[in-house]
């Protein structure tokens, strides 16, 4: 293998599993979201990478390739290339996505439609932290507007979340009286650390509510939707 790309790290994707039912830590989403691929701009010559996710390469300078965002990071830490910031990390977009976010009164909307990733806050955290000369080279003050905008869109979509579950569990607690009901929990559009930090407290709240009224048992067989863009 050529210099350029030795030191590239290979992850293992089979690490967390078992985990479904966990709420995952701020690396272990990291450890996801670094397999989605962004666009490079080497400054080297090097062979294709052959890893577990697929062949990356060849590298020749100037010339952009994708590659999973770890090893972009490995790359851009090596001071061997330049990462592309991604259009939906720019500030006119950003922009667009809170403002369409604020006019969707009550339900989240759903990025993906936007071109927004479903790991895109940990790759935004990732590619702010090791590439933030790239995405400042875009125009001065692009990073901190970044940051501000990304931090309001997710304030916005986690007050609609906050109402959502206290609308669920008010519809459960007003079916006490049901006999044989299931309550269906359908959250739509939600991103994969708004499913993380929604999953873990909705079930906890639904198994209390069991245990203090034993009439609402059969309430807790419900089911949550939640796949990829349209939890």
Request: hydrophobic share 40%; with cysteine.
């Amino acid at each position: 293998m050529a210099s350029g790309v030795d030191s590239v790290a290979v992850h293992n994707p089979g690490s967390f599993a078992g985990m479904e039912g966990a709420m995952l830590n701020c690396q272990e989403m990291e450890f996801l979201a670094e397999w989605e691929e962004v666009e490079v701009i080497p400054n080297f010559q090097g062979d294709k990478l052959h890893m577990i996710c697929g062949e990356y390469g060849p590298f020749y300078p100037n010339r952009v390739v994708k590659v999973p965002l770890f090893t972009a990071v490995n790359l851009k830490d090596s001071r061997k290339c330049r990462i592309e910031v991604p259009m939906w990390l720019r500030s006119s977009t950003l922009e667009r996505v809170l403002e369409a976010e604020r006019d969707a009164s009550e339900q989240a909307t759903d990025l993906t439609e936007l071109g927004i990733p479903f790991h895109y806050t940990a790759i935004a955290h990732i590619l702010l932290k090791h590439a933030a000369d790239d995405v400042e080279a875009l125009r001065v003050g692009e990073v901190h507007d970044c940051r501000r905008l990304l931090r309001d869109i997710e304030d916005v979509r986690a007050s609609k979340i906050r109402k959502g579950t206290r609308m669920v569990m008010d519809e459960v607690k007003n079916k006490d009286h049901a006999h044989d009901v299931s309550a269906m929990i359908n959250f739509r559009n939600l991103t994969f650390s708004e499913l993380n930090q929604a999953r873990p407290t909705l079930t906890l709240a639904l198994d209390t509510l069991a245990d203090l009224n034993p009439r609402t048992v059969r309430l807790c067989s419900f089911f949550v939707s939640v796949s990829r863009g349209r939890c």
